[in-house]
């Protein structure tokens, strides 16, 4: 048994290899992808601009969770966060009715749109590592 995905993807130079990655993905999405494709995912066929909407949010928050649980800087790009959250108002509700995300953290404080961001992803902006 086995697939594409099995094995050391990024090699001798792993920074390199996620840099092509990027790359790619960015071509991607700029040259190859036609309006109002869809794309198959586990639930379904879903537009391509809703997904990649999905995939920018995703790695937003999930960036933060890396940082936050590796002591590094957690800042977020002011911009990103602004579009992410202005997307994600809409189907904040929708993502926690169907478990994709936590419940808002009662303890969690927010009044940036970065930390107000990461309270709708059930995520709580003052969080650290425990030693």
């Known amino acids: 048994?086995?697939?594409?995905?099995?094995?050391?993807?990024?090699?001798?130079?792993?920074?390199?290899?996620a840099r092509a990655a990027?790359?790619?993905?960015?071509?991607?999405?700029?040259?190859?992808?036609?309006?109002?494709?869809?794309?198959?995912?586990?639930?379904?066929?879903?537009n391509i601009g809703e997904?990649?909407?999905q995939l920018t949010a995703d790695h937003l928050i999930h960036g933060w969770d890396l940082a936050a649980a590796t002591g590094q800087d957690r800042a977020m790009d002011a911009e990103l966060v602004a579009a992410v959250g202005a997307w994600f108002a809409e189907r904040e509700q929708m993502y926690r009715s169907g478990g994709a995300i936590d419940a808002r953290p009662d303890s969690?404080?927010?009044?940036?749109?970065?930390?107000?961001?990461?309270?709708?992803f059930g995520r709580n902006p003052a969080w650290t590592a425990q030693a």
């Open 108 to 120: 969690a404080t927010g009044g940036s749109p970065s930390a107000d961001l990461l309270i709708a």
């Open 1 to 17: 048994m086995g697939g594409a995905l099995d094995g050391d993807l990024l090699g001798e130079e792993p920074s390199a290899a």
């Open 22 to 46: 990027a790359e790619e993905a960015v071509t991607a999405v700029e040259v190859r992808r036609p309006a109002g494709e869809t794309v198959h995912l586990s639930y379904g066929e879903e």
């Open 51 to 53: 997904y990649l909407w």
